[in-house]
């Protein structure tokens, strides 16, 4: 059960779950809810890749920091433990994704977000250019999943999932922003002010606001 828990720490078991969660709540109100669990756990799938990968890349870094949270760094998983797990589930989750519910088109594009995960660990993170991986991934996790059912996703969707995906990257470095930049992470949170960034964060959101705001899901609650 510890290492149940080491490796699901590993994954970013909070965003990895949130991501998951979202999946399978769309999917029920698109289709219904047989196919919309297969969806959220092929989801899943490939959330575990994105947050091991992560692991696994930041090792050193996280050593230097000494961040006890991380299983690899506390000693509840070893490296190479989880970098044989990873190249285990990879081809898993590609062929899950692609055979399951999401079928070959939203299936593709749902491992595009994946991919683009995947080279935010490994490239993105140190560059200007830090925010475009979240950017197109959270508008192609809806994306995927309207495909699925033959519809084309609608603009506000999209729109809605990437401004999101950006504010998340922005939230998400405030923590560590000063250890980042110790360690040359030169994303582009990292380059910015720390009241910058935060006034960036709450613009997206604004911004957001005024989507939803606008959506059809708000007129048909004003409807109702």
Not at 77 to 106: D, E, M, Q, V
Not at 186 to 201: F, H, M, N, V, Y
Request: aromatic share 12%.
């Amino acid at each position: 059960m510890t290492t149940i828990k080491a490796y699901a720490k590993a994954a970013h078991f909070g965003p990895t779950m949130l991501i998951t969660t979202i999946s399978f709540l769309l999917a029920t109100q698109l289709w219904w809810e047989g196919p919309a669990y297969i969806i959220a756990f092929t989801v899943f799938l490939g959330q575990l890749i994105i947050g091991w990968s992560n692991d696994i890349y930041d090792y050193q870094d996280d050593l230097t920091h000494n961040r006890q949270n991380k299983p690899l760094v506390n000693g509840q998983l070893n490296i190479h433990s989880l970098t044989r797990t990873t190249f285990i589930f990879l081809p898993i989750a590609i062929i899950a994704n692609l055979i399951g519910p999401l079928g070959p088109k939203g299936g593709a594009v749902y491992l595009l977000g994946v991919g683009c995960g995947i080279a935010y660990n490994f490239y993105f993170k140190f560059s200007v250019l830090s925010p475009l991986p979240y950017f197109i991934a959270c508008a192609a996790l809806p994306a995927s999943i309207f495909y699925a059912v033959d519809r084309t996703p609608p603009l506000w969707v999209l729109a809605t999932g990437s401004l999101l995906g950006v504010a998340f990257h922005f939230a998400n470095v405030l923590k560590d922003l000063k250890a980042d930049r110790q360690s040359s992470i030169g994303g582009l949170p990292q380059r910015t002010d720390k009241r910058l960034t935060i006034a960036i964060i709450l613009i997206l959101i604004i911004v957001v606001a005024f989507i939803l705001f606008n959506s059809p899901i708000s007129q048909l609650s004003q409807e109702a």
